[in-house]
């Protein structure tokens, strides 16, 4: 890790997955989860205002880059909930099988380098008529808009930490195995095309 990554990298992270317009995205999906939950890429814990408390039994939180950890202390403070760090990558989930009611996954998938294996794991983890929640940016519908996003995507991985512009997330849900039960997706306003294309919806393994 070297000293953009470790110093400012999260910060950066932070700064922009909690735009106003990001976060009204989140209120639209983590309401929905409950039981024992796994979030994927917790980050700096911006999705625990969203969570309801009255449906959460405990959160498995998976992060791996300790900085961002560090980020959540404030956002983790006095949680009517049970929260235990993971801190791994999204491809290594050291949970039993079939043992989480719900898996959250918010802005998170863009980033994860083999997001197959990581959403096989997922799978792996959910219950029986567990769910998927997912909340994410990626594809955008327009042949113009993806010729875009592939041609920037090689500089915004190296400042971005990694996030892809362009992964088409529907198509990688369904190849993990996941069946879609509901979804929408719109560009984001006020948001620049090649980044502001989000997917949100609910799928069951």
């Given at each position: 890790?070297?000293?953009?990554?470790?110093?400012?990298?999260?910060?950066?992270?932070?700064?922009?997955?909690?735009?106003?317009?990001?976060?009204?995205?989140?209120?639209?999906?983590?309401?929905?989860?409950?039981?024992?939950?796994?979030?994927?890429?917790?980050?700096?814990?911006?999705?625990?205002?969203?969570?309801?408390?009255?449906?959460?039994?405990?959160?498995?939180?998976?992060?791996?880059?300790?900085?961002?950890?560090?980020?959540?202390?404030?956002?983790?403070?006095?949680?009517?909930?049970?929260?235990?760090?993971?801190?791994?990558?999204?491809?290594?989930?050291?949970?039993?099988?079939?043992?989480?009611?719900?898996?959250?996954?918010?802005?998170?998938?863009?980033?994860?380098?083999?997001?197959?294996?990581?959403?096989?794991?997922?799978?792996?983890?959910?219950?029986?008529?567990?769910?998927?929640?997912?909340?994410?940016?990626?594809?955008?519908?327009?042949?113009n808009i993806r010729q875009w996003q592939k041609?920037?995507?090689?500089?915004?991985?190296?400042?971005?930490?990694?996030?892809?512009?362009?992964?088409?997330?529907?198509?990688?849900?369904?190849?993990?195995?996941?069946?879609?039960?509901?979804?929408?997706?719109?560009?984001?306003?006020?948001?620049?095309?090649?980044?502001?294309?989000?997917?949100?919806?609910?799928?069951?393994?």
């Open positions: 890790m070297n000293l953009y990554e470790k110093y400012c990298l999260p910060h950066l992270i932070n700064l922009a997955c909690g735009l106003k317009i990001v976060q009204q995205q989140r209120a639209k999906i983590v309401p929905l989860a409950e039981g024992t939950i796994l979030e994927v890429g917790m980050g700096s814990g911006l999705n625990m205002p969203f969570y309801d408390p009255d449906k959460v039994e405990m959160i498995w939180g998976l992060e791996p880059s300790e900085p961002m950890r560090k980020l959540a202390k404030k956002n983790i403070h006095n949680l009517p909930f049970e929260l235990r760090w993971l801190d791994l990558p999204g491809e290594e989930i050291p949970l039993d099988n079939n043992s989480v009611d719900t898996v959250l996954l918010t802005y998170t998938l863009c980033t994860i380098p083999d997001w197959l294996t990581a959403l096989e794991q997922m799978r792996r983890v959910l219950k029986p008529g567990g769910k998927l929640l997912f909340c994410e940016h990626g594809e955008a519908p327009e042949e041609k920037i995507n090689p500089a915004w991985k190296k400042i971005a930490g990694g996030c892809h512009l362009d992964r088409p997330i529907p198509q990688y849900l369904k190849q993990a195995g996941f069946k879609i039960d509901k979804m929408e997706q719109q560009y984001l306003p006020s948001s620049p095309k090649v980044a502001g294309y989000n997917y949100w919806g609910v799928a069951n393994p």
